[in-house]
């Protein structure tokens, strides 16, 4: 069973910084294929942000040079600089051990969430 747990969600004011971070098992974050997601009320989940065990990372446009996703030994970070309210959701931290690609939003394991609000 993958456990993923999210954190660092916040309320930031336009062009604010957060760094949210999910933490899973050593394996899962070397191995396996992960991504941010993000829900806002009423809105569909779309995704924010892939990283695989090999190639670049893939980022949604509306995020594209704002956010930064990276991994650590045991954990998955999502930098996001310059924050707009248009980015107020809720954060999900997601993995997949299916290697055919990164880049898809059906992905099996789901964390349970972290709350990024961005005042204006």
């Known amino acids: 069973q993958v456990q993923l747990v999210e954190s660092g969600g916040g309320s930031v004011q336009a062009g604010g910084s957060l760094r949210l971070s999910c933490a899973a098992s050593t394996y899962t974050i070397s191995t396996y294929c992960m991504g941010w997601f993000r829900q806002a009320p009423g809105k569909e989940r779309e995704v924010v942000a892939f990283?695989?065990?090999?190639?670049p990372p893939r980022y949604a446009g509306s995020v594209k040079g704002r956010f930064t996703i990276s991994k650590g030994n045991d954990k998955m970070f999502l930098q996001m600089n310059d924050l707009k309210p248009e980015d107020t959701a809720m954060y999900y931290c997601a993995a997949d051990s299916r290697p055919d690609t990164c880049v898809r939003e059906d992905y099996k394991y789901w964390g349970q969430g972290t709350q990024v609000t961005v005042s204006s």
């Open positions: 990283i695989g065990r090999y190639g």
